[in-house]
């Protein structure tokens, strides 16, 4: 059983690890058609926020809902509507792309004789379906991860720094494939560092630094001095 | 009900079919414990002549040793490119994908003892082939108690940098009434003559212990695995 949503809103979220607070009283919404850039340096908490969006974190304090279920309560079920997308692709090597696939989609209960070779042919990898993954490129594990996100055409997609070692061709495949996705109506949230690869990508901008929300706002073309304004105002 | 099932096979089958490609955890977890039984069958048998009950020890040390480096290793795969991660995000039962691994890690066990027994039979000239009917369900029973908590902390511990450390630390002394149960089974079971009615109190004392590991193992799985 799945829910459904087209809003997702962070209310006074923290978390710590021991004595070190990764997020703190983060408030923050994003709804369908968002690509909203979670922007900050390296051990702002992005990747936190993105671990506790995905369920996979628990929150010290805060909430967070998915339209009108609480993160807490009702995960099961909010979880089959999230794609999670991070730096480490989430396939197994050792399997083909297909047999990757094939083991995703059954884990989701979705009928993967129908599901597997479209996915196979958006990323492109029709041609290379039975080669294992550990033969495959940066690109080509991006793209095959990518589309096993969203195997179960997720809702809400979350990508945690998703554009490391990408070629610039790669980078704007997975780019169009974001903003096709965000057209479609879901909600796309990315975690990044990355200003240039950010910039014209994302719709709304959330720039977190030390584990605050410092500005949540409309991206406009600029991001990096902007970005540099925000956190010398900060 | 049959969705549970569904994931724990599917699951299962995905670590046997990387398993079967890349062999690599069946061939460490086997060497090692082929490598433990020599090492021992040096020491404890002395002129042809073997320690009395040595055997029954020497199998349940071979268990506990390979089974902890094929624990390891299992879940150093699922580390490797956090897949554990894309398990656990699946809107599937926690305590099925548990069920899954601890499956697999049976499977690969048993296969293990397949080999192990025989050679500690002909090393220790000891009559565990003659007492396969009780020694089996002792075998199965232990296996399962030994890898029901195993399955637990390893994928507890897949994130902790001293994983390889705190494993066995933590898995031992919670696994020491298995492996008494087991030794004590088997031991039961080489003595001249041979006690079943005491091996069989040792499968119940074992059965019992299953239960109790497998069930607190699947209440904690799903709020261990939050991070």
């Given at each position: 059983m799945t829910t459904d949503f087209d809003r997702v809103e962070l209310s006074n979220l923290s978390r710590?690890?021991?004595?070190?607070?990764?997020?703190?009283?983060?408030?923050?919404?994003?709804?369908?058609?968002?690509?909203?850039?979670?922007?900050?340096?390296?051990?702002?908490?992005?990747?936190?926020?993105?671990?506790?969006?995905a369920t996979l974190v628990a929150p010290s304090s805060g909430t967070i809902r998915f339209g009108t279920s609480d993160a807490s309560r009702d995960s099961a079920a909010i979880r089959g509507r999230i794609g999670l997308l991070a730096h480490e692709l989430h396939l197994?090597?050792?399997?083909?792309?297909?047999?990757?696939?094939?083991?995703?989609?059954?884990?989701?209960?979705?009928?993967?004789?129908?599901?597997?070779?479209?996915?196979?042919?958006?990323?492109?990898?029709?041609?290379?379906?039975d080669d294992d993954v550990s033969s495959f490129s940066r690109g080509m594990r991006q793209r095959l991860a990518l589309e096993r996100a969203l195997l179960h055409k997720p809702r809400l997609l979350l990508l945690d720094e998703p554009f490391t070692g990408l070629d610039d061709r790669a980078v704007t495949l997975v780019s169009n494939r974001l903003?096709?996705?965000?057209?479609?109506?879901?909600?796309?949230?990315?975690?990044?560092?990355?200003?240039?690869?950010?910039?014209?990508?994302?719709?709304?901008?959330a720039l977190i630094r030390d584990g605050k929300l410092i500005a949540d706002e409309s991206a406009a073309p600029g991001l990096r001095t902007r970005y540099r304004s925000l956190l010398a105002s900060a | 009900m049959n969705v549970f099932f569904n994931?724990?096979?599917?699951?299962?089958?995905?670590?046997?079919?990387?398993?079967?490609?890349?062999?690599?955890?069946?061939?460490?977890?086997?060497?090692?414990?082929?490598?433990?039984?020599?090492?021992?069958?040096?020491?404890?048998?002395?002129?042809?002549?073997?320690?009395?009950?040595?055997?029954?020890?020497?199998?349940w040390i071979a268990i506990a040793f390979s089974g902890t480096l094929a624990l390891g290793r299992t879940f150093e795969r699922e580390r490797y490119s956090e897949t554990l991660r894309a398990l656990l995000i699946a809107p599937a039962p926690r305590a099925a994908i548990y069920v899954g691994k601890?499956?697999?890690?049976?499977?690969?066990?048993?296969?293990?003892?397949?080999?192990?027994?025989?050679?500690?039979?002909?090393?220790?000239q000891a009559n565990l082939l003659g007492q396969l009917p009780l020694l089996a369900p002792l075998l199965l029973l232990g296996t399962i108690g030994f890898a029901g908590v195993g399955t637990l902390f390893a994928a507890?511990?897949?994130?902790?940098?001293?994983?390889?450390?705190?494993?066995p630390i933590l898995l031992y002394p919670i696994t020491v009434p298995v492996m008494i149960a087991g030794v004590r089974g088997t031991s039961a079971l080489l003595q001249d003559p041979a006690e079943p009615a005491l091996a069989i109190m040792w499968i119940?004392?074992?059965?019992?212990?299953?239960?109790?590991?497998?069930?607190?193992?699947?209440?904690?799985?799903?709020?261990?695995?939050?991070e």
């Open positions: 710590r690890f021991g004595r070190r607070r990764a997020v703190w009283n983060v408030t923050l919404a994003a709804q369908g058609r968002d690509i909203l850039g979670l922007l900050g340096p390296n051990g702002a908490g992005k990747s936190t926020l993105i671990g506790m969006l197994y090597p050792e399997l083909t792309a297909r047999q990757n696939l094939t083991f995703f989609a059954r884990l989701y209960g979705l009928d993967a004789a129908r599901i597997v070779p479209a996915a196979l042919d958006a990323a492109g990898l029709t041609d290379r379906a903003r096709e996705l965000a057209a479609a109506g879901a909600i796309v949230i990315v975690a990044t560092h990355d200003l240039d690869l950010a910039d014209g990508l994302v719709t709304r901008v | 994931i724990a096979f599917l699951v299962f089958k995905k670590d046997f079919t990387i398993e079967l490609k890349s062999r690599e955890i069946v061939y460490t977890t086997l060497l090692f414990a082929l490598s433990c039984i020599l090492i021992f069958s040096l020491t404890f048998v002395v002129e042809g002549q073997p320690l009395a009950e040595a055997a029954a020890g020497i199998v601890l499956l697999g890690m049976v499977a690969l066990l048993a296969a293990a003892e397949v080999l192990l027994v025989p050679l500690v039979a002909v090393l220790f507890m511990l897949v994130r902790a940098r001293t994983r390889d450390v705190l494993l119940g004392i074992l059965a019992s212990f299953d239960v109790v590991f497998v069930t607190l193992a699947l209440w904690t799985f799903e709020p261990l695995m939050t």
